[in-house]
């Protein structure tokens, strides 16, 4: 067995991953980051009296799925499950694809030991579909660039699990695929510019061609699956008046709660008749009144509300927020942090063309962090600062540092020596490689005792969940009403 698994990459993946996922699943215990998941899983599950594939956020492709998978076996909580398959499917092929490009095992199992928390064990399906999406684009990007760059067969295997991962992500949640397409877009442009300046008399058109003929088919099914979902749920009056005040409450609440704050508009509140009863309510999103805050008057407050002002309060409120939830010790940052130092490190012959290659680096690194701190800055602006939200954006930058590291380091190194891999190709150590894994198990070890969300508890006083269970449970003939965000570990498993 063990020869096999040397031998055969796909093998070790699989059983690699396969190992992780039962760790997570069995030694960490997963939960719902946010009561979000929760709710996809009741509704499709018919928690609320009938199993309906109208789950709001996925599209309505996924909810029909649920559902079905829901009406056969309805003892598995088949929302959880799909996640895990996707998350299973992009993990497993981004360690084929690691492992496959350096000749080595390490990198992949280091980067994956120090991103499977967020995904496997802080379940949360933004964060779930940014990963898929952003491991979809790396894959097919790969494959046009060396179809383009050696004028050969692009891998089909590839480019197939590529889509599938694309596709299944805009499914799970489609604002989650567009924040991975914003980095998926410059790692393309900049794949495009080398391949201008490396290939001379690189004909644009056919360049193109090979680009549009490995993106075009999933492109085009994510297009129509929307299409559908638009049709399914505007071809319903009452879907259809849901969906717009579902859409003006997520504005008001995610994005501009402020305006609801009783401190600073208690005057104008009133005048619109509207209660401090009435605004702590909405905040909660599970028990506020829609006859006093309806559509009209929704729009009507933000329409009314100052814009936010970008002064020195927001932007110490800026660094406060990346200090909190991301300079900590923390594996996802940390992979980020090695990744770009890494990337910064001299690496070839010193000749021109070796620092050419420096430079386009160095480019695509300031590229992508803008990218990324200009999404973060946009999530502090709008008030829409969240873990999930922040670190779906995180897991896409880590993947491609990652990608960037082995185009520097491995791919660049190959080429350089006429196709052929050898030891001296790649200019990071074992015992670097092992230093690293050594301090990762740590960090992975550190978060089993502790983690993120325990070193917040100070922000959300939590009562005691089972023993308000088990009262359920002796006392069936009362109503209880529990606020979902105060009861939020309820939905570990």
Request: charged letters at 20%.
């Given at each position: ?204 058109y056919k360049m193109l061609s090979v680009y549009v003929t490995v993106f075009a088919p999933s492109l085009i099914i994510i297009l129509l699956c929307s299409l559908y979902n638009r049709e399914i749920y505007g071809g319903d009056a009452k879907w259809t008046t849901f969906m717009e005040y579902n859409a003006k409450r997520t504005e008001l609440l995610d994005f501009r709660y402020d305006l609801l704050d009783i401190n600073r508009y208690k005057d104008k509140m009133e005048e619109e008749g509207i209660s401090e009863n009435d605004a702590l309510l909405y905040l909660t999103w599970q028990f506020g009144d829609d006859n006093v805050l309806d559509v009209e008057k929704m729009d009507e407050i933000l329409t009314n509300g100052s814009p936010r002002p970008v002064d020195l309060s927001m932007m110490k409120t800026f660094v406060a927020n990346i200090h909190n939830d991301i300079f900590i010790i923390d594996p996802v940052c940390f992979l980020c ?157």
């Amino acid at each position: 067995m063990i020869n096999d698994m040397k031998k055969n990459t796909r093998l070790f993946a699989f059983l690699y991953n396969a190992v992780l996922a039962a760790v997570a699943v069995f030694i960490y215990c997963p939960f719902f980051e946010e009561n979000d998941d929760a709710f996809i899983a009741m509704i499709s599950e018919g928690v609320f009296g009938t199993r309906d594939p109208h789950v709001i956020y996925p599209n309505v492709i996924y909810g029909k799925l649920l559902t079905l998978l829901n009406s056969v076996f309805g003892q598995v909580r088949w929302h959880s499950v799909m996640q895990y398959i996707l998350i299973f499917l992009a993990m497993y092929s981004l360690t084929v694809f690691l492992i496959e490009l350096t000749g080595r095992r390490m990198p992949a199992v280091i980067f994956t030991l120090l991103t499977f928390y967020e995904l496997y064990v802080s379940v949360q399906y933004s964060k779930t579909s940014a990963f898929a999406a952003m491991t979809g684009f790396i894959l097919m990007l790969y494959e046009a660039y060396t179809a383009t760059s050696k004028e050969g067969k692009a891998d089909n295997k590839r480019i197939f699990t590529g889509s599938v991962l694309l596709i299944a992500a805009a499914l799970l949640r489609d604002s989650s695929f567009f924040l991975a397409g914003i980095f998926a877009i410059v790692l393309c442009l900049f794949d495009m510019i080398i391949l201008v300046d490396r290939k001379r008399g690189l004909k644009l058109y056919k360049m193109l061609s090979v680009y549009v003929t490995v993106f075009a088919p999933s492109l085009i099914i994510i297009l129509l699956c929307s299409l559908y979902n638009r049709e399914i749920y505007g071809g319903d009056a009452k879907w259809t008046t849901f969906m717009e005040y579902n859409a003006k409450r997520t504005e008001l609440l995610d994005f501009r709660y402020d305006l609801l704050d009783i401190n600073r508009y208690k005057d104008k509140m009133e005048e619109e008749g509207i209660s401090e009863n009435d605004a702590l309510l909405y905040l909660t999103w599970q028990f506020g009144d829609d006859n006093v805050l309806d559509v009209e008057k929704m729009d009507e407050i933000l329409t009314n509300g100052s814009p936010r002002p970008v002064d020195l309060s927001m932007m110490k409120t800026f660094v406060a927020n990346i200090h909190n939830d991301i300079f900590i010790i923390d594996p996802v940052c940390f992979l980020c942090l090695v990744l770009i130092i890494f990337m910064l490190l001299p690496s070839g012959k010193g000749d021109t063309k070796s620092r050419r290659k420096s430079f386009f680096n160095v480019c695509m690194i300031l590229a992508e962090s803008v990218i990324f701190f200009g999404i973060l800055f946009y999530f502090n602006y709008s008030g829409r600062w969240c873990h999930r939200v922040v670190y779906g954006a995180m897991l896409a930058f880590a993947s491609v540092l990652m990608y960037l590291f082995i185009s520097k380091f491995y791919l660049d190194a190959v080429d350089e020596n006429d196709g052929n891999y050898t030891e001296q190709t790649a200019l990071i150590s074992n015992n670097l490689y092992i230093a690293l894994l050594v301090f990762t198990i740590i960090i992975d070890a550190g978060i089993l005792v502790g983690n993120r969300f325990d070193y917040n508890d100070h922000k959300r006083t939590e009562p005691d969940y089972k023993g308000f269970y088990a009262y359920i449970q002796e006392n069936k003939d009362e109503l209880f009403i529990a606020d979902t965000f105060t009861f939020q570990r309820a939905y570990k498993y």
